[in-house]
């Protein structure tokens, strides 16, 4: 039997998407976040217990991995009609995964009016009432009709493994996809009853975007939550020089943060995810930079800018950056990355990265005592050396506070 119509929806539904049948707004309701990341969703649980994993190990060492793909013209759709469970559902989606350029490489949203060449990408996914993801099929540009079809064909009959062959009692086809119905239809009508099909109405579509913003906003929630738990547990495991344990703890943090982003949060729940990122790549790269077995210095320099990236306002971003390429004998990259810093008005009078700029300065010696030493090298680094007086512009705050006081000294 068909979806109840919107006058005759039991007063349950209001709890859900407005206008959507109690069913299949419990079907609808368990979308996850972000279903085209990439990551962690593999059409079973994110924690999938031991017999979870043994069924799916045992069912990958059965594929005959030389089986040619099922052929979607001659395949027997209608042999499917005994897997059709009551009440079963199925939702078809077209969604815009970003932009690439022209030579095919992914690129930032904010970039894409800059570049030339550049299209959006798109996936289509179907995904069943329990959120697994029968199959979810990527291009380039809005794909064609064909391209549709062929996805929804291999949702039925060549699904994600470990997912089998079957029918839904009922398939939802998202608005987005409406314009390709046409073509669909000839092939959704030759399917076997009880399955019956059709196109969302605008009322669901709303529906759902609010739910999957709900749900996101949890996602997000408890994304940070996550994410600060294993920070703590890698500041520990620093804390005791367990370099392996930190990076594996941070880098799990880190993970949890790329979720939280993909989920396209609200602009304060942005910032702190960030922010906690900025924290977790700058602790990962401390956790590199330990001396004995293992050190990185490249893997820790690389964290440093990622660091940067994340949040150009946090020190030990810079810090980092300026230890490793010190340690990989590149004394004026550590400087640049320390002169960055203290261009950043945010930065400019914190006194640990003076004082380190300072150090890398003088070799570790300090600003001199001595009139006439300080002086010829205040002439050096300021006017005579080119690269060193062209790092010094513009940086103010408590650099040039430092410096005058040293030179009041000799004021007379």
Not at 152 to 158: D, S, Y
Not at 252 to 267: I, R
Request: glycine letters at 6%; a neutral charge; one cysteine or more.
């Amino acid at each position: 039997m068909p979806p109840k119509s919107p006058e005759k929806r039991s007063k349950k539904a209001g709890s859900g998407f407005p206008g959507l049948d109690p069913k299949l707004f419990e079907a609808i309701k368990k979308i996850p976040p972000n279903p085209i990341r990439k990551g962690r969703h593999t059409g079973h649980s994110e924690n999938p217990n031991d017999a979870e994993l043994n069924e799916l190990v045992a069912t990958i060492g059965r594929l005959d991995l030389n089986k040619p793909k099922v052929d979607l013209e001659t395949y027997d759709y209608k042999a499917l009609r005994s897997t059709i469970k009551h009440l079963s559902s199925w939702v078809i989606q077209l969604e815009n995964t970003g932009f690439v350029d022209a030579n095919g490489q992914p690129i930032e949203p904010d970039q894409a009016q800059n570049t030339s060449g550049v299209r959006p990408t798109f996936a289509i996914y179907c995904y069943d009432d329990k959120t697994a993801y029968r199959i979810t099929s990527q291009c380039v540009g809005l794909p064609d009709s064909n391209f549709v079809l062929e996805t929804l064909k291999r949702a039925i009959a060549e699904p994600t493994i470990p997912l089998k062959p079957c029918l839904p009692w009922f398939l939802l086809i998202s608005i987005k996809l409406a314009p390709y119905v046409p073509v669909l239809k000839p092939f959704l009508d030759s399917l076997p009853a009880p399955f019956h099909w059709r196109v969302e109405t605008r009322e669901e579509a709303q529906g759902v975007n609010d739910g999957v913003h709900s749900l996101n906003e949890e996602g997000v929630r408890n994304g940070l939550v996550l994410a600060e738990k294993a920070k703590v547990v890698g500041n520990n495991a620093f804390s005791q020089k367990d370099r392996k344990a930190a990076v594996k703890a941070y880098g799990e943090a880190l993970s949890w943060l790329l979720d939280v982003l993909a989920q396209k949060p609200d602009t304060a729940d942005e910032e702190k995810a960030k922010k906690l990122q900025a924290v977790c790549y700058a602790n990962r790269a401390a956790a590199y930079l330990i001396p004995g077995e293992g050190i990185n210095l490249r893997k820790a320099l690389q964290d440093g800018k990622d660091a940067e990236k994340a949040d150009p306002g946090y020190a030990k971003a810079y810090v980092r950056q300026a230890t490793a390429n010190q340690l990989l004998g590149k004394k004026d990259d550590a400087l640049d990355a320390i002169a960055r810093a203290l261009r950043c008005k945010d930065l400019e009078n914190d006194t640990g990265l003076v004082d380190r700029f300072i150090e890398l300065m003088t070799d570790g010696k300090g600003l001199s005592d001595d009139e006439a030493t300080f002086k010829n090298w205040t002439l050096d680094v300021m006017i005579n050396d080119r690269k060193s007086s062209e790092r010094l512009s513009d940086i103010e705050g408590e650099w040039k506070r430092r410096c005058d006081q040293h030179l009041s000294k000799w004021k007379h």
